[in-house]
């Protein structure tokens, strides 16, 4: 078979910014799994790809085209599958990721055949096989719904074994490095080490992916993939690098033995910093140069609404224990649709407070397939999937108009990149433009 992997564009104003762009490492494993049981494969990344997904179509000519994609690209992955069907009404599409994986229900449309649930290769090289060879027998295939006349069927979703990952064939990531970056580093390979989370912030997905289980790679196979990785900068995708502690000190003790001399990026928790300082010293001593923490709010009463389980005093200390390495803090933080002028203001105030060179505000948007949705979903009020993208209301603010919550969001996120530039942050932005 001839399988068409896809990732449609980013539908947001990020995507001007060129700060961040990321390798589609879902679908090099896609590709790795393909190509290993004999079928062929070709990647368009709809974030760099110049050719139109028509042209693509046309060109190759796939038996199956597979869809990935995350909430704000939700009518996208929808209008790809119903091209792929006017150009060749005999294709068969599927539609899979985090997205996907939480809200199957809204991917029962015209247009798409399979419903893919699961994170295993092993679980897709199946569904391909039986494709391949016309059984139609897809009942043990893990996770998987899909059509049986006017009905779908639903398989049971069971977690994922994450050692079961092939190391990804990266020979798209190769062609294209010089556009994946990350702030000030360029070819940016990306790398999965773990599974779900093992913590319960009411408004995170992670911790529901991968049927809610953390899964955490063998070092063995972690490391053996980053020597073969041919790039100096990686940045780890777990949804914390730091959920198992024990294990991270290990992952540095073996990137040391191997003598690998590599940057890295990661996500952490603020709690898991706090308490590891001398932890936090031994990763930026082997090249952690960023660690994306989650700190979302300044006050304690509001950590304590997202179910975060860290306070102010938490956050604080992780930004200190991060500041003295040559580490930086890359702080990701929320603003809520109840937020005042003051709310605003103290904000940037502490930013500033605590030398924060890098920070994002996203506004509070209850995510489908949360808890935290659950709560607010009878107070939606856009009904527009690209609005979940963090820089949206889709709350009525209650302290202000919208145009008046807008323009104060707006000029926050403009003076802290502006604080940002002028200590030095942003830096490489001059350099490139030289």
Known sequence: MKVLLVRPEVPNLFKYANLITCEPLELEYLYTEITALGHSALIF???????????????????????????????????????????????????????VQLNPERFKVRGIDYIFRSESMKAFGALLDALASGNSVLEPINGLMY????????????????????????????????????????????????????HNCNFCYCTKLGGGVYNARNLDLVIEELVGIGSENILIVDDDFLADISRTEQF?????????????????????????????????????????????????????????????????????????????????????????????????????????????????????????YEIHKDEITSKKIEHWDFLHLVLKPENMNKFQFYFHFIMLSYKLYRYGKKTGGFDFRKKSQE
Not at 55 to 77: C, H, R, S, W
Not at 253 to 277: F, H, M, Q, T, W
């Open 45 to 99: 990344d709809g974030v760099l790809d110049k050719k139109e997904y028509v042209k693509i179509l046309e060109e190759f000519g796939p038996d199956l085209v597979a869809i990935t994609g995350y909430i704000t690209q939700e009518n996208l992955m929808k209008a790809y599958a119903l091209e792929a069907k006017r150009h060749n009404p005999h294709v068969l599409t599927v539609v899979g990721g985090v997205h």
């Open 252 to 372: 540095v003790k073996r990137v040391e033995e191997a003598g690998l001399k590599k940057n890295y990026i990661c996500y952490a928790r603020a709690d898991a910093v706090a308490e590891s300082p001398q932890l936090i010293k031994d990763m930026a001593e082997i090249g952690f140069k960023y660690f994306i923490v989650g700190l979302e709010a300044i006050t304690d009463m509001d950590l304590k609404s997202y179910d975060k389980m860290t306070t102010e005093d938490i956050n604080r200390r992780c930004i200190e224990n991060i500041h003295a390495t040559s580490a930086e803090v890359i702080a990701l933080m929320m603003i809520s649709h109840k937020a005042t002028k003051d709310d605003f203001k103290d904000l940037y105030r502490w930013a500033k407070e605590n030398k924060l060179n890098y920070t994002t505000v996203s506004i509070f948007t209850p995510i489908p397939g949360t808890p935290l």
């Open 147 to 198: 059509r049986d006349m006017d009905d779908w069927i639903e398989n049971a979703l069971n977690p994922a074994d994450i050692d079961e990952l092939s190391i990804p064939d990266r020979s798209y990531f190769y062609t294209h490095m010089e556009r994946y970056n990350y702030l000030d580093l360029n070819a940016v390979a990306t790398i999965k080490t773990s599974f779900s989370c093992p």
